[in-house]
């Protein structure tokens, strides 16, 4: 079974402090994603990888930033947390051929007071 | 508009009874679309991938009218471990994956 893993299942941090997501899958899957999901918004992409060292933007890419230096590791930053930022971040992971056939992490649920 | 836009319930369904619902997509140039599976507090899982008219995996049936550029889901015999959110998903430009907000199906006794 593909396995994606997240650092932490509950974060709170303070406004203006910078935070990292990890990110880890243990199958081998080339692509990375990660998302944040908000009641009544969906689930929003917010960076993706297909590569070590390449990153992609999605749709709301702004405060936030990512690396990626290991195939099965994808770190998300945000570099100064801000209240709007209070969200559940999903990390997923897929093949590089199937890419839309992603496995979700079980999430953290980041609170920014 | 949004790209992918889904009903979002909730679905009260009977325990055995058949229950569908729609999603509706945008983007006229998607060919792949997906349905998720996301029980309370617990992450998306892929439960049914649609790349042409349809596709069936048990009591579950998806559909897709690209004249009406919807998809549908259809869950026969209903059970109380169907009760969760099904998201849509459909394949969007830039080699991304656009989601509906979830459709929140609970199954009764």
């Known amino acids: 079974d593909v396995k994606v893993t997240q650092s932490s299942r509950y974060l709170v941090k303070r406004t203006g402090e910078k935070v990292f997501l990890e990110c880890v899958q243990d199958m081998d899957h080339e692509n990375m994603f990660w998302y944040r999901q908000d009641p009544g918004l969906g689930l929003r992409l917010i960076y993706f990888s297909y590569d070590v060292k390449m990153k992609e933007k999605g749709d709301i890419p702004e405060g936030y930033s990512v690396s990626r230096e290991k195939k099965e590791r994808f770190s998300l930053i945000l570099e100064s947390a801000s209240t709007n930022q209070t969200s559940m971040y999903l990390c997923?992971?897929?093949?590089?051929?199937?890419?839309?056939?992603?496995?979700f992490g079980p999430g953290t649920r980041l609170t920014v007071t | 508009r949004k790209e992918v836009e889904q009903d979002p319930g909730p679905f009260n369904v009977p325990e055995g009874a058949t229950v569908a619902f729609n999603c509706t997509y945008s983007n006229s140039a998607s060919q792949s679309f997906f349905w998720y599976r996301q029980d309370c507090r617990k992450e998306p899982k892929l439960l049914m991938s649609v790349y042409s008219s349809g596709n069936e995996d048990g009591r579950f049936t998806a559909q897709l009218n690209r004249a009406s550029q919807y998809i549908s889901l259809l869950i026969r015999d209903s059970k109380l471990s169907d009760s969760a959110t099904y998201l849509c998903?459909?394949?969007?430009?830039?080699?991304?994956?656009?989601f509906g907000g979830g459709t929140r199906v609970l199954v009764k006794p």
């Open positions: 997923a992971s897929s093949q590089f051929r199937a890419r839309y056939e992603q496995y």
């Open positions: 998903a459909a394949e969007a430009a830039g080699n991304k994956l656009t």
